[in-house]
């Protein structure tokens, strides 16, 4: 089971931030992030999410439940899709809920990913995160050295701009 370990937080100057700390910077890109309605099930009610990833090439994503944790943690399946899925989902019911765009500057830092998002209606956050929750302290820790903690929060980009 793959998880999604992580904590964001607003960083005005992220990337220079993120590079001062010696990160690798991997890469910067445009999301496009379309989520969607289930046609039987609420998923605010059940805090599931799933949203197609348009960078060019496309990706579904789905994400499970939030785990009681003081980061984030949910279970996270994510694949390559074609070009076509929007139909498929409409064909069987899904609707389209909200699309939220950004651009992402992805760097590694130790076992941590490291991303500064610009996203479009919030600003610049910064995002560390892992795929284990034993990197709790470390994802402390980095939001410590980038000067942002005790802004870091568990929401979403959609519960943030209230979507």
Same mark, same amino acid.
């Given at each position: 089971?793959?998880?999604?370990?992580?904590?964001?937080?607003?960083?005005?100057?992220?990337?220079?931030?993120?590079?001062?700390?010696?990160?690798?910077?991997?890469?910067?890109?445009?999301?496009?992030?379309?989520?969607?309605?289930?046609?039987?099930?609420?998923?605010?009610?059940?805090?599931?999410?799933?949203?197609?990833?348009?960078?060019?090439?496309?990706?579904?994503?789905?994400?499970?439940?939030?785990?009681?944790?003081?980061?984030?943690?949910?279970?996270?399946?994510?694949?390559?899709?074609? +070009?076509?899925?929007? *139909?498929? /989902?409409?064909? &069987? !019911?899904?609707?389209?809920?909200? #699309?939220?765009?950004?651009?992402?500057?992805?760097?590694?830092?130790?076992?941590?990913?490291?991303?500064?998002?610009?996203?479009?209606?919030?600003?610049?956050?910064?995002?560390?995160?892992?795929?284990?929750?034993?990197?709790? +302290?470390?994802?402390? *820790?980095? /939001?410590?050295? &980038? !000067?942002?903690?005790?802004?870091? #929060?568990?929401?979403?980009?959609?519960?943030?701009?209230?979507?």
């Amino acid at each position: 089971m793959a998880l999604e370990v992580e904590l964001k937080a607003p960083c005005p100057g992220a990337r220079q931030k993120v590079e001062a700390l010696g990160a690798k910077f991997i890469g910067t890109e445009t999301q496009e992030d379309t989520y969607f309605r289930h046609p039987c099930r609420d998923f605010k009610k059940t805090d599931e999410a799933l949203r197609l990833r348009n960078t060019g090439a496309l990706r579904m994503t789905y994400k499970g439940p939030k785990k009681k944790s003081n980061l984030k943690v949910r279970r996270e399946i994510e694949f390559i899709v074609p +070009e076509e899925a929007h *139909e498929f /989902l409409s064909l &069987l !019911g899904f609707k389209e809920a909200f #699309t939220i765009r950004k651009i992402r500057s992805t760097y590694r830092l130790d076992s941590l990913t490291v991303c500064c998002d610009i996203v479009e209606g919030l600003g610049e956050y910064v995002e560390v995160e892992s795929v284990s929750e034993s990197d709790n +302290e470390r994802i402390m *820790e980095v /939001l410590e050295r &980038l !000067g942002v903690r005790g802004k870091e #929060t568990t929401k979403s980009y959609s519960e943030l701009l209230g979507l």
